[in-house]
């Protein structure tokens, strides 16, 4: 069982940066593929970005191409995403996933993400 735990949300202002963490409890990290998903009042959650398990591989939603950054530090078991010039529309509560990993895809088994986090909050305000 993978533990999955956010930190770094935040209320911003549009255009500020924010880095969020997730630290993940099982030594094993190595072997998942770990992505960010969001979800805002009233919608679905989204996918947002996803990171291979050496983190040579990333893959990352249009609407946060060029703005978000997915990386990874497998020797502290933890991810990362690097959000800067956010906007409103980022607003959302973020979470972070591991799936495990085939290959170097940047993609889950089957497209499925076993372990969710708890969550993290975002802000943006205008």
């Known amino acids: 069982q993978v533990q999955l735990v956010e930190s770094g949300g935040g209320l911003v202002q549009a255009g500020d940066s924010l880095r969020l963490s997730c630290a993940a409890s099982?030594?094993?990290?190595?072997?998942?593929?770990m992505g960010w998903f969001r979800q805002a009042p009233g919608k679905e959650r989204e996918f947002v970005a996803s990171?291979?398990?050496?983190?040579?591989?990333?893959y990352y939603a249009d609407s946060v191409k060029g703005r978000f950054t997915i990386s990874r530090d497998n020797a502290k078991n933890t991810v990362y995403l690097e959000m800067n010039n956010l906007k409103p529309e980022d607003t959302a509560v973020y979470y972070c996933?591991?799936?495990?990993?085939?290959?170097?895809?940047?993609?889950?088994?089957?497209?499925?993400?076993?372990?969710w986090g708890q969550g993290t909050q975002v802000t943006v305000s205008s």
């Open positions: 996933a591991a799936g495990n990993s085939i290959g170097n895809s940047v993609f889950p088994r089957d497209g499925k993400y076993d372990y």
């Open positions: 990171i291979n398990w050496i983190g040579a591989g990333t």
């Open positions: 099982e030594r094993t990290f190595t072997t998942y593929v």
